[in-house]
């Protein structure tokens, strides 16, 4: 990332002159993508080689890689989701990432369910361009999906997707403490996020907020609206509250309490309005080398 956009370590959380991020966000979503848990932020996967002081020919290619796993207990839906990713960014500007989630949901008829990701983000506009300080980062990106949900047969649904988004990321400073904002429209055909299936295409609304008390730790939350599927499916909105601690300039850790609706919503023969699989605790662990 350029010299516009944000850095957040344990020894800094600043407008980084001539840096790239560090530890802290964006961190791998839930689908790998960089983000927060549910939704993507504008800001690109990955670190500088090196100690970071200085600009290298390798870091103007390719970042270093960056990796997330995640931990969803929703139990009072009898859920356990487990998700890993895998990201980078080239040229400064394109992110590529990869994710594998695994579903056990005993309730849904499965016993587990696999579902694969790959995503690719473009920042069109850095943060604070044009000498300005006021400006947010803007992004586009897109994530195929893929559920081997055998839901997908019985509901009559496709097992593979593609969503498409737009996001703009901005970190305030003037503010007593430092806080992020982030919001954008989402393009997408999911059913329960897409681990159930896809159906019809519509567009939601989406953002996050988070606040830096301390230099190594953010607290926030993330909203994302539902997105109607066609024939009476509609997802219910999902929000998170969560704490991330930026350990080292390397590790983050993140705890979070999740709500995704009412989970007899789904459970109930039909019943395809508002579709939800409860709410529980997440936990991530984040990795950049």
């Given at each position: 990332m350029n010299a516009n956009i944000i850095k957040i370590s344990l020894a800094s959380i600043a407008i980084a002159e001539a840096s790239v991020l560090t530890a802290g966000v964006p961190l791998n979503n839930l689908q790998g993508t960089g983000g927060i848990?549910?939704?993507?932020?504008?800001?690109?996967?990955?670190?500088p080689w090196g100690d970071g002081e200085s600009e290298s020919t390798l870091d103007s290619i390719v970042s270093t890689p960056q990796?997330?796993?995640?931990?969803?207990?929703?139990?009072?839906?009898?859920?356990?989701?487990?998700?890993?990713?895998?990201?980078?960014?080239?040229?400064?500007?394109?992110?590529?990432?990869a994710g594998y989630g695994l579903v056990n949901a005993h309730k849904y008829g499965?016993?587990?369910?696999?579902?694969?990701?790959?995503?690719?983000?473009?920042?069109l506009l850095d943060e604070?361009?044009?000498?300005?300080?006021?400006?947010?980062?803007?992004?586009v990106g897109g994530v195929y999906k893929y559920t081997d949900s055998r839901t997908v047969e019985a509901l009559k649904l496709d097992d593979d997707g593609f969503d498409a988004?737009?996001?703009?990321?901005?970190?305030?400073?003037?503010t007593p403490v430092p806080v992020l904002l982030s919001a954008g429209a989402l393009l997408s055909d999911e059913?329960?996020?897409?681990?159930?299936?896809?159906?019809?295409?519509?567009?939601?609304?989406?953002?996050?907020?988070?606040?830096?008390?301390?230099?190594n730790v953010a607290i926030g939350a993330e909203y994302k609206q539902g997105i109607d599927a066609g024939d009476g499916i509609r997802n219910h909105d999902y929000w998170d509250g969560h704490?991330?601690?930026?350990?080292?300039?390397?590790?983050?850790?993140?705890?979070?309490?999740?709500?995704?609706?009412?989970?007899d919503k789904f459970y109930r023969r039909g019943s395809?309005?508002?579709?939800?699989?409860?709410?529980?605790?997440?936990?991530?662990?984040?990795?950049?080398?």
């Open positions: 848990a549910f939704n993507p932020l504008a800001y690109t996967a990955g670190g990796f997330g796993a995640w931990y969803v207990n929703l139990n009072d839906a009898g859920i356990d989701w487990l998700a890993a990713s895998a990201a980078l960014t080239f040229a400064n500007r394109v992110e590529f990432s499965d016993k587990s369910i696999n579902t694969y990701n790959l995503g690719a983000k473009l920042r604070n361009a044009f000498d300005t300080s006021w400006l947010p980062a803007v992004a988004y737009a996001v703009a990321s901005k970190l305030i400073t003037q059913v329960v996020n897409g681990v159930v299936g896809h159906n019809d295409y519509n567009v939601a609304a989406f953002g996050n907020i988070d606040i830096l008390p301390a230099e704490v991330a601690w930026f350990v080292t300039d390397s590790l983050t850790l993140v705890a979070a309490f999740a709500e995704t609706g009412d989970k395809t309005k508002n579709l939800g699989v409860g709410s529980g605790a997440v936990f991530s662990l984040q990795y950049r080398f």
